[in-house]
């Protein structure tokens, strides 16, 4: 069992940066790989950055790639989010989560939120223009 909890969000302007965390409990952290998704009111929820269980692939959707960055620190049980250039689109709820494995995130995996097994209860950004 590997419970979330992320922190991090708030009130930004466009052009600015945040940092999202999502600290995890249980001793098998280091056993899961990590995603962020993001969703918007009143539409899906959609991937946003996937990494591996030992932080040495990642994966991220075009729309934040060369703006975001994911990061990972298994002796602290916590994923990391770094929003850099924010844009009033990247308003949404944001929520991590874990899905257990030893594999690579490679491209076309690790997107599907149906994948996870555990997620967050979200924290909320708002980027004004």
């Known amino acids: 069992q590997v419970q979330l909890v992320e922190s991090g969000g708030g009130l930004v302007q466009a052009g600015g940066s945040l940092r999202l965390s999502c600290a995890a409990s249980g001793r098998t952290f280091s056993y899961y790989a990590m995603g962020w998704f993001r969703q918007a009111p009143g539409k899906e929820r959609e991937f946003v950055a996937a990494i591996s269980w030992s932080g040495g692939t990642t994966l991220f959707a075009d729309s934040v790639k060369g703006r975001f960055a994911i990061s990972r620190d298994n002796v602290k049980n916590t994923v990391y989010l770094q929003m850099n250039s924010l844009k009033p689109e990247d308003t949404a709820v944001y929520y991590c989560?874990?899905?257990?494995?030893?594999?690579?995130?490679?491209?076309?995996?690790?997107?599907?939120?149906?994948?996870?097994?555990?997620w967050g209860q979200g924290t909320q950004v708002t980027v004004s223009s």
């Open positions: 989560a874990a899905d257990w494995g030893l594999s690579a995130v490679l491209p076309g995996t690790h997107v599907d939120p149906n994948e996870y097994d555990y």
